[in-house]
T-cell receptor, first 112, second 108 residues
Framework: KAGVTQTPRYLIKTRGQQVTLSCSPISGHRSVSWYQQTPGQGLQFLFEYFSETQRNKGNFPGRFSGRQFSNSRSEMNVSTLELGDSALYLC???????????FGPGTRLTVT | GIQVEQSPPDLILQEGANSTLRCNFSDSVNNLQWFHQNPWGQLINLFYIPSGTKQNGRLSATTVATERYSLLYISSSQTTDSGVYFCAVLREGFKTIFGAGTRLFVKA
């Protein structure tokens, strides 16, 4: 099976812009979770989607949002980008809620 | 929320040495995973181990759920083992929590 894929792999944006990141889970996996990794805060949970519904959400402002499509692919959106949003954004898929997670290669976002 | 602590934060080994990494968590969990993050940022699954002991080659892991800790053993370390090791825990209905990681450097 193909692994979790994320696009784009690298992205440079300017403060105030918005960005959309995409994640395709492993075939058959219905749960997709998103994480932000920064040197200062480590790996932090953003949100989890299962069957097109957000099931859990981390402590991030409303500028961070996501959605999941019927084929389980997921997107996350960050609006009004801030310098502090520069991070590695990781997506993970799992066959079920709370199951073993498999991570994609990540999208490295730089906000200037 | 659940607190996850990993120790040691940093570890330097000579190639061929053995090591033990520890993950303590503050409450009961349904799921515990160990990952290795390579220099390119990819998180690689090592073990899914909510309880018990598992082995995979030179690596093994033990989780004692009743005492709220997990151990990752690396034997005969190699330079390719360098990177950051994370444990992550999940309690059903809650979000996944990652520890801060153990940064391992194996010298040739």
């Amino acid at each position: 099976k193909a692994g979790v894929t994320q696009t784009p792999r690298y992205l440079i944006k300017t403060r105030g812009q918005q960005v959309t990141l995409s994640c395709s889970p492993i075939s058959g996996h219905r749960s997709v979770s998103w994480y932000q990794q920064t040197p200062g805060q480590g790996l932090q949970f953003l949100f989890e989607y299962f069957s097109e519904t957000q099931r859990n959400k981390g402590n991030f402002p409303g500028r961070f949002s996501g959605r999941q499509f019927s084929n389980s692919r997921s997107e996350m959106n960050v609006s009004t980008l801030e310098l502090g949003d520069s991070a590695l954004y990781l997506c993970a898929s799992s066959p079920r809620q709370g199951g073993e997670q498999y991570f994609g290669p990540g999208t490295r976002l730089t906000v200037t | 929320g659940i607190q996850v602590e990993q120790s040691p934060p940093d570890l330097i080994l000579q190639e061929g040495a053995n090591s033990t990494l520890r993950c303590n968590f503050s409450d009961s969990v349904n799921n515990l995973q160990w990952f290795h993050q390579n220099p390119w940022g990819q998180l690689i699954n090592l073990f899914y181990i909510p309880s018990g002991t598992k082995q995979n080659g030179r690596l093994s892991a033990t989780t004692v759920a009743t005492e709220r800790y997990s151990l990752l053993y690396i034997s005969s370390s190699q330079t390719t083992d360098s990177g950051v090791y994370f444990c992550a825990v999940l309690r059903e209905g809650f979000k996944t929590i990652f520890g801060a990681g153990t940064r391992l450097f194996v010298k040739a």
